[in-house]
C-alpha cells in the first residue's frame, strides 16, 4: 500500500523559501500528486497539483512564486516555495491518487510557519 511522508518544514521569514519533500513507498508514476495545505480555522484548499503525465496546477495565490515538480527515479514529489507570505502558514499534506483506481492516499503533513 502506498504510504507518503512529507518533510522539510519549518519556521522561516516572510520572502523566505522552502522546499518541501514527499517521500513515497510506491512507484510514483502511476500516480496524479498534489500538495494539499490546512492553516486552523480555515477550508482545507488544494495548492498545486501534477499528473502523472507531467502536467502541473496552482491554486492562483501561490502562481509564480510555488513550483511543484516530481522525480520518479526516486519516488518523491517536491513543493518549492519562493517568496513566501503570512498567508502561507499551514499544514502541507502530499496526496497521491492511483490512476486507475481513484484511490487515494496521503502523508501526516508538515508544518510551515511563515513568520518575522
Known amino acids: 500500500e502506498m504510504q507518503l511522508v512529507e518533510s522539510g518544514g519549518g519556521l522561516v521569514q516572510p520572502g523566505g523559501s522552502m522546499r518541501l519533500s514527499c517521500a513515497a513507498s510506491d512507484f510514483t508514476g502511476n500516480y496524479d500528486m498534489s500538495w494539499v495545505r490546512q492553516a486552523p480555522e480555515k477550508e482545507r484548499e488544494l495548492v498545486a497539483a501534477?499528473?502523472?503525465?507531467?502536467?502541473?496546477s496552482y491554486i492562483d495565490s501561490v502562481k509564480g512564486r510555488f513550483t511543484i515538480s516530481r522525480d520518479n527515479t526516486k519516488n518523491t514529489l517536491y513543493l518549492q516555495m519562493n517568496s513566501l507570505k503570512p498567508e502561507d502558514t499551514a499544514v502541507y499534506y502530499c496526496?497521491?491518487?492511483?490512476?486507475?483506481?481513484?484511490?487515494?492516499?496521503w502523508g501526516q503533513g508538515t508544518q510551515v510557519t511563515v513568520s518575522a
Open positions: 496526496n497521491a491518487r492511483f490512476r486507475w483506481s481513484g484511490n487515494e492516499y
Open positions: 501534477i499528473r502523472r503525465e507531467g502536467s502541473t
